[in-house]
């Protein structure tokens, strides 16, 4: 699991509206990841429709941001569609990426024990570090937080 000021994992995902996103062909520009549980759940969806409502203000500071769950691309169109978000969102159907940033967890729901991403975001700088993280996430105040971050870079 990446720790801070680590080289964030590099990756290439499949994003909505089409074509691949690779985190090194970024570099020079500062990057927030949020990772969520799944499409269209309570949380996951104000959170997603959070940080579309916040774009501007993200793209205004000099940041890219981008959503990724192990949701298909055609989940996620779905969501896209129903939800008019903005942000866009990563299939990594395969695990790999959940995995090397370390949020792919052991979850206890009701005493049922399940694997399941942990809502965690990263905030990666121009230069491709880790410059902050946030684990566990609550929505509620979060891409405002997140925001203020980039903004301090």
Do not use: Q
Not at 31 to 55: H, M, N, Q, W
Not at 93 to 122: F, P
Not at 124 to 130: F, L, M, N, T, Y
């Amino acid at each position: 699991m990446p720790e801070l000021y680590d080289t964030a994992p590099d990756f290439t995902l499949p994003v909505t509206g089409g074509g691949e996103i690779t985190l090194s062909a970024l570099k020079g520009t500062p990057v927030v990841l949020f990772f969520y549980p799944r499409d269209d759940t309570p949380g996951c969806t104000k959170e997603s429709i959070g940080f579309s409502a916040s774009l501007a203000d993200f793209e205004n500071a000099g940041a890219k941001v981008f959503g990724i769950s192990r949701d298909t691309m055609a989940k996620h169109d779905k969501f896209t569609a129903k939800h008019d978000l903005t942000v866009p969102l990563l299939s990594d159907e395969e695990g790999k990426v959940t995995e090397d940033y370390g949020v792919w967890v052991e979850k206890n729901m009701y005493g049922k024990k399940s694997m399941g991403i942990e809502r965690a975001t990263y905030l990666i700088d121009a230069e491709g570090k880790i410059s902050k993280i946030w684990r566990k996430v609550k929505v509620p105040g979060h891409v405002e937080d997140v925001l203020e971050a980039v903004r301090g870079l």
